[in-house]
């Protein structure tokens, strides 16, 4: 039986770390065989988002390799496609720069506008912090403390009803 946390998203190969989780292969469908295999995992499915196409599939890559079930958006504006088609349970919206924080808080306000549960994280560095990110959470974006703080915060978190 599949964890309530889990979207309807296909997926497609095992991460190093035993876990089913999303590839990457083209902006077309985001994943390499368009099955509808879902992962058994602790923690929720992730869709992410970036400003910068390349720190993005570099995140993507990293939590991949973490374990965790993460699908790529190639951008803001292809995030809430994606989530309207499959409903993640988590959103996490890479801010690379300033430049990007208006664009990432105004993705997050249209989706919370049409589902005030879902959850928004940021992944931003310190200095973004205080520039008016407004979501559920802002998470590092260095790799080794963003798994940390991902598996701890899930993992405190109370599962929902099925």
Do not use: C
């Amino acid at each position: 039986m599949l964890s309530p946390y889990h979207s309807s998203a296909p997926v497609s190969s095992k991460s190093p770390k035993g876990n089913v989780a999303f590839m990457n292969t083209n902006e077309a469908d985001h994943f390499s065989d368009g099955s509808d295999r879902m992962i058994d995992s602790p923690f929720p499915d992730i869709l992410l988002a970036g400003d910068n196409v390349h720190a993005a599939e570099s995140m993507h890559r990293k939590l991949f390799e973490e374990g965790f079930a993460v699908q790529l958006a190639p951008g803001y504006g292809a995030l809430e496609t994606l989530w309207q088609q499959h409903r993640h349970p988590v959103i996490l919206l890479d801010v690379s720069s300033v430049h990007a924080v208006d664009a990432a808080v105004d993705t997050a306000l249209r989706i919370k506008r049409r589902d005030l549960g879902q959850f928004i994280g940021y992944l931003a560095d310190p200095i973004l912090r205080t520039s008016g990110l407004a979501g559920d959470a802002i998470f590092p974006r260095n790799i080794e403390p963003l798994s940390e703080a991902l598996r701890m915060h899930f993992s405190r978190q109370p599962r929902p009803e099925a």
